[in-house]
């Protein structure tokens, strides 16, 4: 699909639940395993499968970018304890990349902004050292590095990441 200047008017972000489990898995999977050969599998990441559970019901969330009805990115929240909270599943799909569309920036916008809305004011996330882009993407958006020992108990860890930052929000003003 080509991009256009009207693309990003049209990518909408919006929860998702799992009845978009196998949309989310068509998504995800490849860009860890093929395109980033990160050595994980769908039994390293059963929350894949129930994104209600891991994500909504513990305070958080998981949110979709769409385009029309095809799914180009996700987000995800895990709400912890001390007003905390872990992000996950990051990933937007190639073509949708980049500041053209904004398709990165408009999810983690969406993430921060209910974060602040929940009372949440520590996100922490974990990456792998060889996802160069995304890492300036976290730096550009305020978030600091930290080192595997200054996470936090409440951090919730996955499987492969070797690379930590942490972002400090305001909180919403009552």
């Known amino acids: 699909m080509t991009n256009t200047n009207n693309t990003i008017t049209e990518i909408t972000i919006t929860p998702i639940f799992n009845d978009h489990c196998q949309q989310i898995l068509g998504l995800v999977l490849p860009i860890q395993q093929i395109e980033f050969n990160v050595p994980i599998t769908l039994e390293d990441q059963p929350d894949l499968l129930d994104v209600e559970t891991h994500y909504h019901q513990t305070g958080g969330g998981f949110w979709g970018a769409k385009l029309y009805d095809e799914l ?4 995800a929240l895990i709400a ?8 996950r599943k990051m990933f937007v799909k190639k ?12 999810l983690l916008n969406t993430l921060i902004d209910y974060a602040r809305e929940a009372g949440i004011i520590d996100l922490y996330l974990g990456t792998v050292n060889m996802l160069k882009a995304a890492h300036r993407f976290y730096e550009r958006n305020g978030f600091e590095r930290r080192t595997s020992e200054e996470m936090p108990s409440c951090f919730r860890r996955m499987g492969g990441e070797d690379l930590y930052y942490h972002l400090h929000i305001v909180p919403a003003e009552s």
């Not at 180009?72 to 987000?75: E, F, R």
């Not at 912890?80 to 992000?87: C, Q, R, S, V, Y």
């Not at 073509?95 to 408009?106: C, M, P």
């Open 80 to 87: 912890t304890e001390d007003n905390a909270g872990t992000i």
């Open 72 to 75: 180009i990115g996700t987000i």
């Open 95 to 106: 073509e949708f990349r980049g500041k053209e569309t904004g398709t990165g920036q408009h």
